[in-house]
């Protein structure tokens, strides 16, 4: 019969495999205990759940945001701008208010970015005062989309309004029709006008905001006039109301002075942005071209430079002469190899068929010898001909 084990036997036993142990060994355990004490301690101490406190308090806070917003949705804006308390709106959610004095914080909440704001505030500052919602469109940093879209929520401060009429936001109105009016004029209040005539004042005058009529009067310098009603509706301003527009257009076109040409190879960058359909831009790819050349040979040339368009080239046209004498030649029986290689004509190819050649043979006395040898093709001989010239050479024994 087995003899029954006593309760301190387990302990006995592990006490004896304890001493069975090495010093190093037994070193290691009690290192060991302690480490995995304060683990245990750590991981009931972080995985407490904490959950039944923290759910409330957010349930408090979420309650407290809907009815902020539903007390704010129902609340007058017009009637807290009147009592002087501020309005809580959400970011970009409009509300009531006056240009003349609403606050960083309150342009945000309607959706403008910080920058914008500020903008709005230094525009203010330098002493605008918005007497009427269009004044407000006219700061450079509201687009025309939020104009549109805070028209109805503008309110005009009494002692900034240019009449005596109270506008209120509450006031029933068509909004739409407000707007129209506002940024532009019906057709029953436009005039017959020539665009070429018509000043600052005059394309107010058609609906056009000061940002737009700044834009058509910069375009009419720069093209130095309208010549019809294609060049008019070409404006970027003009372009979504050309065709309201039209019924009233009368362009008489300015007078054509006699054209004074400019000549093309001694041109300086300054004469050439004199030249309609030219920009900055432009003349200076011209010039480089023309460096790169050594001079045009003929205006046709100018197809060539990158970027010139089909319309902007018959305009130049009528405005350019060119002088070919003015062309700086390549003496081709003496060129060393990086006078070739700036020449736009000649390829990698052509050039090391030149120089070989020219090793072989000395030079050449005509363009014609150089396509009866096949240095040069005959396409190539026909573009590089204005820009050659041959020196008598010596020939190799």
């Given amino acids: 019969m087995k003899t029954p084990r006593s309760y301190g036997e387990p302990f006995r036993e592990m006490l004896r495999a304890l001493c069975s142990f090495t010093n190093r060994e037994k070193r290691g355990i009690l290192y060991l205990l302690p480490l995995l004490i304060l683990l245990s301690i750590l991981i009931s101490t972080l995985n407490r759940p904490s959950f039944e406190?923290?759910?409330?308090?957010?349930?408090?806070?979420?309650?407290?945001?809907?009815?902020?917003?539903?007390?704010?949705?129902?609340?007058?804006?017009?009637?807290?701008?009147?009592?002087?308390?501020?309005?809580?709106?959400?970011?970009?959610m409009p509300f009531a208010f006056d240009p003349n004095t609403i606050t960083l914080g309150q342009l945000c909440q309607l959706g403008f970015t910080e920058r914008q704001a500020r903008g709005i505030l230094n525009y203010r500052s330098a002493g605008k005062v918005f007497r009427t919602p269009a004044d407000f469109a006219d700061c450079y940093t509201v687009s025309d989309a939020?104009?549109?879209?805070?028209?109805?929520?503008?309110?005009?401060?009494?002692?900034?309004?240019?009449?005596?009429?109270?506008?209120?936001?509450?006031?029933?109105?068509?909004?739409t029709t407000d707007r129209i009016a506002t940024r532009e004029k019906q057709p029953d209040s436009l005039f017959l006008f020539d665009p070429n005539q018509l000043d600052e004042t005059g394309?107010?005058?058609l609906g056009f905001t000061k940002r737009q009529t700044e834009v058509i009067l910069r375009y009419r310098e720069m093209i130095g006039g309208f010549r019809d009603e294609e060049e008019f509706a070409e404006c970027y301003p003009v372009s979504d109301r050309f065709e309201s527009l039209k019924p009233y257009l009368r362009i008489v076109p300015p007078p054509r002075e006699k054209p004074l040409r400019i000549e093309l190879n001694s041109a300086d960058s300054a004469q050439l942005v004199a030249i309609r359909g030219i920009g900055p831009a432009t003349a200076?790819?011209?010039?480089?071209?023309?460096?790169?050349?050594?001079?045009?040979?003929?205006?046709?040339?100018?197809?060539?430079?990158?970027g010139m368009t089909e319309r902007n080239y018959e305009m130049i046209l009528q405005q350019i002469s060119v002088d070919s004498s003015k062309i700086q030649k390549i003496d081709i029986n003496f060129a060393d190899p990086k006078q070739l290689a700036g020449h736009p004509y000649l390829t990698a190819l052509a050039r090391r068929k030149i120089l070989k050649q020219r090793q072989l043979k000395g030079g050449w006395h005509?363009?014609?010898?150089?396509?009866?040898?096949?240095?040069?093709?005959?396409?190539?001989?026909?573009?590089?001909?204005?820009?050659?010239?041959?020196?008598?050479?010596?020939?190799?024994?």
């Fill in 53 to 92: 406190k923290s759910f409330p308090r957010y349930a408090d806070r979420v309650l407290d945001s809907l009815n902020d917003a539903r007390r704010t949705r129902h609340t007058g804006s017009s009637d807290s701008l009147k009592k002087g308390t501020s309005v809580r709106e959400l970011p970009g």
């Fill in 203 to 205: 394309f107010r005058a």
């Fill in 366 to 397: 005509t363009i014609g010898d150089m396509t009866s040898d096949k240095t040069l093709s005959t396409r190539e001989a026909e573009k590089l001909s204005p820009y050659l010239r041959f020196t008598p050479f010596e020939s190799p024994q």
């Fill in 284 to 306: 200076s790819r011209i010039i480089a071209y023309r460096n790169r050349l050594g001079g045009f040979a003929h205006a046709e040339q100018l197809q060539e430079i990158q």
């Fill in 146 to 175: 939020m104009y549109e879209r805070l028209f109805p929520f503008i309110v005009i401060g009494e002692k900034f309004r240019s009449d005596s009429r109270p506008l209120a936001a509450s006031e029933p109105q068509d909004h």
